[in-house]
């Protein structure tokens, strides 16, 4: 498993609220006071460099954190075999990863102010989304289900953590009965545009995104170009059938892929891609 020092995540927690703060500060607030933050999160993020050991620590979550004090950041993950699935045909896809990618998945969402899914996985997994297994608090839930077809019985609905879903605008139901519904409008397919989400989003003060999954939720905004930072989740596992991690429109030819930045961490038994857009 690939154990993180409890010190050292605690340190990464407490950057990450340092750089919430940051961020959340209005236009008017006084300079001096962004600057002593600015100077809060610097000193910090130094001390750490210096004490941590780990390159999990020092070359993931911290420069993480940094990328979270400068400006709204859109997160993915897919936790996938070797070959590229993220489910099997009929959809079940527990467990891909191991302890050392599912922790790493729960450490992700410590560190974001949302985690959004679609009406798929809730539908498939009854996911709760929290981060019990590290320390660290649970962001709020967003769940992508235009159609409202999820039963509220779904685990995400709990109440534990506050969850909002998101519902195409014109839906009176979700404005008259439902506060915790938030409408956007559609494009003409019915879809909701990816950047229209992340935007009513960040009205709500939720900067930091991560999207989970599952695979037509995480390439609706690949597609849009709205991804920053991917974190591939490579499991020791070969399903040889199964649903494709990323389906995005067909290419003709190699050069028209995508070449992100790589960097290759190690998560126990799984392998972390970090992968860096732009
Ligand atoms: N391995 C992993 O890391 C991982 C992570 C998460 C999930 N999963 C797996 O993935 C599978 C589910 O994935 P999936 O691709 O079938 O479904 P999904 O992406 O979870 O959900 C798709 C549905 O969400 C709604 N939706 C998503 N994006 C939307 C948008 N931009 N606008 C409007 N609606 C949107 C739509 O609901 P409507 O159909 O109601 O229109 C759409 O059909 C499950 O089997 C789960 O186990 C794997």
Redesign the pocket.
Known sequence: VAAVAERDWQAILRLADLARRLRGRSAAAREGEAATARAAFDRAARALRREAGDPLVLKVYLPLVEAIAEGPLTLA????SLDGR??TES????F?NGPGGLDHLHRLRALSDAVV??????A??DPRLTTRRVAGPSPVRVV????R?LPRQRRVFDGTVPTLTLVADGDGRSLVHDPDALPVA?APT?????AA?LEALRRRGLNTVLI???????S?FFAEGCIDRLHILVAPLLLGSG?P?LALPVIERVEDGLRPQVAVHSLGTDTLFDCRFG
């Open positions: 993950q897919i936790g996938q993220s489910a959809g079940h896809s527990h891909i899914v679609g009406a798929g996985t809730v498939a997994d992508l289900d235009p159609r077809r559609p019915g879809a909701l545009p990816p989400i989970e999954g599952g695979s037509r939720t995480l609706a649903r991690a």
